[in-house]
């Protein structure tokens, strides 16, 4: 195994990582500055206000994404195995 063959799975490991992590996190942000532009305009201070919502939208977003998160996974793990005899040989 050359090091650039290490090099490539390790890129596309933290890609899909990436990829994962934005498709989770970015409705959460949104929702969190939809959250503190209405705390803003209406002077309402109040932190369970900015973190519930965010919690739901966060948990909703691992709900239904997660079939797909995990089929994500379950392809790079299958493709990794498979190559294993090219990668070492």
Request: proline content about 6%.
């Amino acid at each position: 195994m050359s090091p650039n063959d290490i090099g490539d799975l390790f890129t596309t490991a933290m890609y899909m990582v990436l990829i994962l992590v934005v498709a989770i996190i970015v409705p959460s942000l949104i929702i969190g500055l939809i959250v503190s532009t209405f705390q803003a305009a209406t002077q309402i201070n109040e932190q369970t206000l900015s973190f519930l919502p965010r919690l739901v939208v966060t948990l909703l977003a691992i709900i239904f994404l997660g079939p797909w998160a995990v089929g994500m996974v379950i392809d790079y793990t299958r493709d990794l195995y498979m190559n294993i005899p090219f990668l070492v040989g």
